[in-house]
């Protein structure tokens, strides 16, 4: 089975870079003015940008809120360049909503089990008990010509991020992740396995997961995407991702709005692909719809966002 994934290259990117810390009101005021914290008066908003030593302008930028001296979680992130870096945009006005819905209907025993950067994020601004707590960079998002540097990399972001993972948590994300890329049905009940006992339990998924998913196993799961500009032409949208499924023989595909005028696409690969458990609880074009399936029942939607209660 083939793995699709998009790079759009206009030149190589330096391998070094930093994060480094500016004022909140520089940058795109737009970008923190949606991230409202009303709700959490107690964290600290940080805004930075990431810098290379041989490029001017910042390739990316991100907001950060603290709790005190605890480690920074990621609350917003924003890509400056034409490559595949590091993270996938999301709207943060999204996450403050599912926050705030699990922080009233979840029941204060239950166990969240998210992608590690959501887990993170839902940890932050409702305190439930999370699988898992640390920043754990899988999969590390590079460009190609960084690659070499990944070890480095690697080291440079768990000690900006504070990562404290031991190897039980890293080896939990490992049977997590592995389960979003089998079949439905085996991967639901590998959740439960993992959980380890019938405490009441929720699945969360970010669309976005799809593609971080698709690069830890593409053998298992055919993941590209791209973006496309948003007109208003819901016509002419859907018969340009028609011809994108003909194009590059892809199976069916899923969107992501990023913007009022700019959506993402999200295409598998094959059949195969469209049957793991991920791909079952996101709604793709010609497939079974999320609140139709069999699998685990809907607790909430929000965007890009699903909520499923683990059977």
Do not use: C
């Not at 590690?116 to 640390?134: H, S, V």
């Amino acid at each position: 089975m083939l793995g699709w994934f998009f790079y759009l290259w206009f030149k190589p990117l330096p391998i070094l870079y930093s994060y480094e810390q500016i004022p909140l009101d520089q940058g795109d005021k737009k970008r923190i003015s949606k991230i409202d914290l009303s709700s959490w008066p107690e964290l600290k908003l940080e805004r930075y940008q990431v810098k290379t030593i041989d490029v001017d302008k910042p390739i990316a930028e991100m907001i950060v809120a603290r709790r005190g001296n605890d480690a920074p979680v990621l609350l917003d992130w924003k890509n400056n360049t034409a490559e595949v870096l590091y993270n996938l945009e999301k709207k943060p006005s999204e996450l403050m909503e599912l926050a705030s819905v699990i922080g009233k209907h979840a029941a204060p025993e239950s166990l969240i089990l998210s992608w590690w950067d959501t887990a993170r994020q839902i940890k932050l601004l409702t305190g439930r008990d999370t699988l898992f707590t640390n920043h754990l960079n899988e999969p590390l998002i590079l460009p190609l010509p960084w690659l070499e540097q990944s070890k480095v990399i690697q080291a440079y972001e768990e000690a900006f991020w504070g990562n404290t993972a031991d190897s039980q948590e890293q080896e939990h994300f490992k049977r997590f992740s592995a389960a979003l890329a089998l079949p439905a049905e085996q991967g639901i009940q590998k959740l439960r396995e993992l959980i380890g006992s019938d405490r009441e339990a929720y699945l969360v998924i970010h669309v976005t997961d799809l593609y971080k998913l698709g690069l830890m196993y593409p053998d298992k799961i055919g993941v590209a995407y791209k973006n496309f500009p948003l007109t208003g032409n819901m016509h002419g949208m859907i018969n340009h991702m028609k011809v994108q499924l003909k194009e590059h023989d892809f199976h069916t595909y899923t969107l992501q709005s990023l913007a009022d005028d700019e959506i993402r696409a999200f295409f598998l690969s094959d059949e195969v692909s469209s049957e793991t458990l991920i791909a079952r609880l996101l709604p793709f074009v010609d497939k079974k719809a999320p609140t139709e399936q069999d699998i685990a029942p809907v607790a909430y939607q929000q965007g890009g966002y699903w909520v499923y209660k683990i059977p």
